[in-house]
């Protein structure tokens, strides 16, 4: 309805917002350890925030996905009014569900408290359920703001919410600095709190300019029978969506419980792995899906007969981000698991555990980013109740295959078992896609596969011969030759890997090579300026 973007543009604003974000967040990481360490203040906080997020994750997963299929529709019928309109019904309604939840939580904080920590000592317990009152109210905040972005999004406009989405970790990392010693834990609520309320500002101003019809559009006027139908579509995909859209922090839950039967430490060193495979899908993967899900869910509604040409185009650059992930991981675990963790507590031994789980959870960055954009494809496509199903389904097959593969393998096992359910998840939701699509691949995509592939093994190989002669010349003793071995390693693997692409003649990267030339190089100097 508006001049869009490229999606070249959106693709980098929103990795590069998504990294500042992953920045601010370390830095409030590091300040909160500082000031409160492993205080009762901060289990306390723990203890307030844990439900409420919870909570939230599981409603943004719902609500995005069935919001925004049907905002895209109507923006197409009714303009940016009939949007609003829409939005706001549906949000009112949602709004008025949530009320009775809210009441309670801030009538009987210290009941709730009770019964998710009921170990802890009065007094904590009591500041968990101060603290509980101002994040209940600052994830009902944040389920707003992932909304509203909805509305953005549905005309591919990243800019404004990625960037008023730092607000909530700028303030608390100000306070942080600022206002601790007055606030003391405080800070750790009241900074998202208001970073929440000022970003969800923000976006309604914002609203108002960008969120414009062009010239001479008109809008039907209002269909009660429509808008009736398309509310009753937002409620009918809710409920299967948030299943469909969190099955990866439910499959994670399953992992964790399957951990906590194996040695102490277990739990622990699962995660520190698996948050370096999700914070690099974060930046890459996750970059992807975004910017193709209005891709996607626009030309299923205005061009149906370039769907095919839409989804492969993303299912080709998709591979194009994750390989390299996946790669990396296998041969550059050592050193960046070194780097990011091995200090005071984290012992050498630690660091080879991490990185053996690491190289287990590497192929599955390449199966989760297709499994992404076949869920997004059935999701654009309205097969809400198919991809819930699916879901349901390998959330018991990752329990089931966990409990197989743990007795043989231990902790191991239950990397090998995401990289199984991935694999299997994928296969079906392609079957399904392929039918719907009459195909997927073309000519030319088998050779466009083994290119990059070759190109990221190539990349692993160089990475790998680099650090082993990087540790045995210069050693890894200090913090600051593990930072730099890991620096240059990365800068290193992205140089590699770009060259590769182009040696091997892939179009898609000399492609955006060529665009990030154009943007980046100095304007010509006119004569006479």
């Known amino acids: 309805m508006s001049d869009r973007p490229s999606a070249l543009r959106s693709t980098l604003v929103v990795s590069t917002t998504r990294a500042v974000a992953a920045a601010l967040t370390l830095a409030q990481g590091v300040l909160s350890a500082r000031a409160f360490g492993t205080s009762h203040e901060k289990d306390a906080f723990v203890v307030a925030q844990s439900v409420p997020t919870m909570v939230t994750t599981y409603l943004i997963g719902g609500i995005y996905a069935s919001l925004f299929v049907t905002l895209t529709a109507v923006d197409q019928r009714e303009g940016a009014r009939g949007m609003r309109r829409y939005f706001g019904r549906v949000m009112l309604t949602f709004a008025l569900a949530l009320l009775p939840a809210l009441l309670l939580v801030e009538a009987w904080p210290e009941a709730i408290v009770r019964v998710m920590a009921p170990g802890l000592l009065p007094e904590t317990a009591g500041l968990a359920a101060t603290l509980l009152r101002v994040t209940t109210v600052t994830a009902i905040l944040s389920l707003g703001f992932s909304a509203v972005s909805c509305l953005f999004h549905s005309r591919s406009l990243f800019t404004g919410p990625a960037l008023a989405n730092l607000a909530p970790s700028a303030v608390t990392l100000v306070l942080l600095l600022c206002c601790v010693s007055a606030v003391g834990i405080h800070a750790l609520t009241l900074g998202p709190l208001a970073g929440s309320l000022l970003s969800l500002v923000a976006l309604g101003m914002l609203s108002a300019r960008q969120l414009r019809d062009p010239a001479g559009f008109l809008a039907p006027p209002p269909d009660p029978a429509q808008a009736a139908r398309d509310r009753r579509a937002f409620w009918i995909a809710f409920l299967p969506m948030s299943l469909g859209a969190n099955f990866g922090p439910i499959n994670a839950a399953v992992d964790n419980a399957f951990a906590s039967y194996l040695p102490t430490g277990s739990i622990t060193m699962l995660q520190f792995a698996f948050v370096i495979v999700a914070n690099a899908q974060l930046l890459t993967a996750a970059t992807v899906a975004e910017v193709t899900f209005p891709l996607l869910t626009r030309s299923i509604l205005a ?227």
Not at 413 to 438: C, E, K, P, S, Y
Not at 449 to 458: H, M, Q, T
Not at 479 to 492: K, S, T, W, Y
């Open 303 to 529: 061009q149906p007969t370039e769907v095919r040409t839409v989804f492969r185009s993303q299912l080709r650059h998709m591979f194009m981000v994750t390989a390299p992930i996946a790669a990396g991981a296998l041969a550059f675990a050592t050193p960046l698991v070194r780097a990011l963790y091995e200090r005071g507590a984290f012992t050498p031994e630690a660091t080879l555990g991490v990185a053996r789980l690491l190289r287990a959870y590497a192929p599955s960055a390449v199966f989760l980013g297709f499994l992404t954009l076949f869920s997004l494809f059935l999701i654009a496509q309205r097969r809400f109740a198919a991809v819930a199903i699916v879901a349901g389904s390998m959330i018991g097959a990752n329990a089931l295959v966990d409990w197989i593969l743990i007795r043989q393998f231990g902790v191991i096992g239950i990397a090998l078992g995401t990289n199984l359910v991935a694999v299997l998840h994928a296969a079906i939701l392609a079957v399904v896609v392929r039918r719907m699509l009459g195909g997927i691949m073309l000519r030319g995509d088998g050779s466009f596969l083994l290119r990059v592939g070759a190109s990221a093994a190539g990349m692993g190989a160089i990475v790998f011969l680099a650090a082993t002669g990087w540790e045995r010349s210069l050693g890894t003793e200090s913090v600051g030759l593990r930072l730099a071995e890991a620096g240059a390693g990365l800068l290193l693997g992205g140089l590699a890997y770009a060259g590769l692409l182009i040696t091997f003649r892939v179009e898609e990267a000399r492609t955006v090579l060529r665009r990030l030339y154009r943007r980046l190089r100095p304007a010509p100097i006119r004569p006479g300026a």
